[in-house]
């Protein structure tokens, strides 16, 4: 009996199903936590792709040239748009087992692109210069660089 003017209280539950449901619902929350978890990480695990720049990456593979190679660029100032020009890429240090393969190069802006590549030639010695059509100087942030066939 339950005193007048106060509440009743009780204690534990008055459906005897609601453990189950509650369970049911922990697990489903469980595995949806892993699930979104693995899609991150399988993000994560690509090469050279981070958080705060997500894009592509360039890696080295195998080919005629182990050490890798230097590049540089010339300039000639163009007086019609007030800029330099890339007119020349030059790249130094390719292995002498690379002549009769083809090289190219491509000049990458600060967001990546391929923003001009040079015409695939012959290389022909340890230095190669190969000529670029003017591309903006300042715009240059890396260049990528083809050797094979």
């Known amino acids: ?87 020349t890429v030059t790249v130094d240090g390719i292995s002498d087992s690379c002549k009769g393969e083809s090289i190219e190069v491509s000049l990458k802006d600060t967001d990546g692109r391929n923003t001009t590549s040079t015409t695939r030639t012959a290389v022909t010695g340890t230095k190669q210069s190969i000529p670029v059509d003017g591309f903006a100087g300042e715009s240059v942030d890396s260049a990528a660089v083809f050797i094979g066939s």
């Open 1 to 87: 009996m339950v005193p007048a003017g106060t509440t009743p209280v009780t204690t534990g539950t008055t459906n005897p199903k609601e453990p189950i449901i509650m369970k049911r619902t922990l697990i489903a929350l469980a595995a949806g936590l892993a699930v979104t978890g693995g899609v991150f990480a399988s993000a994560a695990s690509l090469g050279g792709v981070e958080s705060a720049n997500l894009g592509s990456s360039a890696t080295v593979v195998a080919s005629c040239d182990t050490d890798g190679v230097t590049v540089d660029y010339s300039t000639a100032y163009d007086s019609a748009s007030g800029t330099y020009l890339v007119n």
